[in-house]
């Protein structure tokens, strides 16, 4: 194990399914949306508007990114609580609703987004082998940095310890509400953008308040970032500031993980691409 | 715009017991659910009165001992109603009084349920609230120094506030409710709130006022656009999860949920009466 290796996960979609996981979440921001463009939960046409945007963010990831206060912040196609909000523009715009970018982004990526997440906390359903990856690493430094509520995964976490006994160690590590989505131009603490092939627009880096989660993380545990190791399964949004600033990252892939992030990162010497979770304590920590 | 002021229908004039156990009748059992609302976040409830056999009543005497039974158990602002069944002298005794708010109805209306499956109406009736009507309340209000709150079921009741502004019976911030998704009022979508927020002159204060389950939706597109909220049994039985609400404060509180996601916060009793009443 490295002296002074540090560990951080990214969590949902990570450790979890969350193409699984996330069915409650889909459908029931789906009703919401019905409701508010003036339609009843479940109605047809705009589940069928929402299953023809799915269909062409997979035909292609890199033409349909999620979009944070008006900017592409990374591909909306890995998980279905990105996805869902090229979906919600979508309809949205088709019943000319929310037009305003604030206010649309509050609603979005605010209300509804946490407000249905919450609907999949009850019954998490994790990767193969998370488990027994996440006991494996107890005793390492490894924290985990999600977007999500910090009590949220943290209950995830403690439900996954009654499968797995030796896991709950990780509930005081969890650091919620990481913003890696929120792009501050002004800030100068990583340089403006990264250029990936295949990706006809910028990856942005300057993503100041998940820097402060990591920052923190990496103070106290008195390293930096060429100490830091970080596995996430989007690489803009989770990998790519990190990286820029020296880290190594592993992608943990997916099916719907887009061809130009798998691409980008099996070519980076500091990068490596998981398809195992259970290789991750190998990665981080050369055991 | 961070603090949202939560505001609870705690009866209505036309549900029953059968409809929902929780929905209160007595002055005693509507004071019980005032305090449960504002325990839980409310900093207005808005009152309906009914005899004890839950049938709507405007007797003075009614209100009085409600209003009396709600000071002695919480601080919560009071908003009488003044609209639905009955003649305008009828529904504008209880105004003396002196509630902080009472609900002010702003235009005349078809006022109907379609049950689409029976291809019939559930009810149907005009409701009638002519300009005499209305500027007649908002007199009685002013002269009791009362915050009318204008509850709007369209575009054009929003628009007609000018007339009570231009008498001086309103003052500045102006309060109103915009109440979605009424068959012969504004459709409930977004972007009709968002249409009738616009309708409101620079520094009113609105809220949403969401009927049935679809109320929760509509809440979350009010925080966002700036608005704030009212819940309660007499518009939606209903939690966010589907099941029926057993008090008014479950209700208030998952509203209180929702507007901790949103990133605003709520207002308490004193942050409600300054923004309500500002002091110079």
Redesign the interface.
């Known amino acids: 194990m490295g002296t002074r290796t540090v560990l951080v996960l990214d969590f949902d979609g990570t450790m979890t399914d969350a193409e699984s996981e996330g069915r409650p979440f889909r459908d029931g921001y789906l009703d919401?949306?019905c409701?508010?463009?003036?339609r009843h939960a479940g109605d047809d046409e705009v589940h069928a508007l929402a299953a023809e945007v799915e269909a062409e963010l997979e035909q292609a990831p890199a033409s349909h990114p999620f979009l944070w206060m008006g900017r592409a912040v990374a591909p909306a196609t890995v998980d279905p609580y990105l996805r869902m909000v090229p979906i919600a523009h979508r309809i949205?715009d088709r019943?000319?609703?929310?037009?305003?970018a604030v206010?649309?982004s509050?609603?979005l990526g605010?209300?509804?987004y946490?407000?249905n997440y919450a609907k999949t906390l009850g019954h998490p359903v994790f990767r193969a082998k998370a488990g027994e990856t996440l006991r494996a690493l107890a005793g390492s430094p490894t924290w985990i940095a999600t977007n999500s509520d910090t009590h949220a995964v943290a209950g995830k976490i403690a439900l996954l310890d009654r499968d797995v006994p030796g896991v709950a160690w990780l509930t005081s590590r969890v650091r919620g509400y990481a913003k890696k989505f929120d792009v501050d131009d002004a800030w100068p603490g990583a340089p403006e953008s990264l250029v990936v092939p295949g990706l006809d627009r910028p990856v942005l880096l300057r993503r100041r308040e998940y820097h402060a989660i990591l920052r923190a993380i990496l103070d106290e545990a008195g390293a930096g970032f060429e100490d830091l190791v970080v596995v996430g399964d989007i690489f803009e949004l989770d990998l790519a500031m990190p990286l820029a600033l020296g880290a190594r990252v592993g992608l943990v892939t997916s099916a719907r993980t887009p061809a130009y992030e798998r691409a980008f990162v099996a070519s980076h010497p500091r990068g490596e691409l998981i398809d195992d979770l259970s290789t991750i304590p190998a990665f981080a920590f050369g055991v | 715009m961070s603090k949202v002021i939560l505001s609870c229908a705690l009866t209505g004039a036309v549900t029953t017991k059968k409809h929902c156990p929780a929905i209160p009748y007595t002055p005693v059992e509507i004071a019980e659910e005032a305090k449960r609302a504002y325990d839980a976040g409310a900093a207005i409830v808005h009152v309906h009165a009914r005899n004890d056999d839950g049938s709507p009543t405007w007797a003075p005497a009614t209100f009085q001992r409600i209003m009396d039974e709600i000071k002695a158990r919480c601080p919560v602002l009071i908003n009488w109603s003044t609209g639905g069944a009955g003649p305008m002298q009828e529904r504008v005794h209880h105004l003396a009084q002196r509630p902080h708010v009472a609900a002010l109805n702003m235009g005349s209306m078809n006022y109907a349920k379609w049950n689409h499956d029976k291809q019939q109406f559930a009810f149907n009736f005009v409701f009638a609230n002519s300009f005499d009507d209305i500027v007649a309340f908002a007199r009685a209000m002013k002269e009791h120094g009362i915050k009318p709150e204008m509850e709007c079921f369209d575009t054009g009741h929003t628009n007609s506030h000018r007339v009570l502004a231009d008498l001086g019976l309103i003052q500045p911030p102006f309060h109103f409710s915009f109440i979605m998704g009424v068959l012969g009022g504004i459709?409930?979508?977004?972007?009709?709130l968002?249409f009738q927020a616009e309708q409101a002159p620079a520094g009113s204060r609105w809220k949403v006022i969401g009927i049935s389950r679809?109320q929760?939706?509509?809440a979350?597109?009010a925080?966002?656009?700036?608005g704030d909220v009212r819940v309660g049994l007499e518009d939606n039985f209903y939690l966010?999860s589907g099941e029926m609400a057993k008090s008014n404060g479950e209700l208030v509180a998952a509203a209180a949920q929702?507007v901790k996601?949103?990133?605003r916060s709520v207002a308490s009793v004193d942050e409600t009466k300054q923004i309500l009443w500002p002091q110079p």
Request: hydrophobic fraction near 50%; charge should be neutral.
């Open positions: 919401d949306l409701v508010l463009v003036g949205l019943w000319d609703a929310m037009k305003d206010d649309r509050r609603l605010s209300v509804l946490k407000y | 459709p409930a979508s977004a972007r009709h968002a679809d929760w939706p509509l979350m597109a925080l966002a656009l700036g966010p929702l996601l949103s990133g």
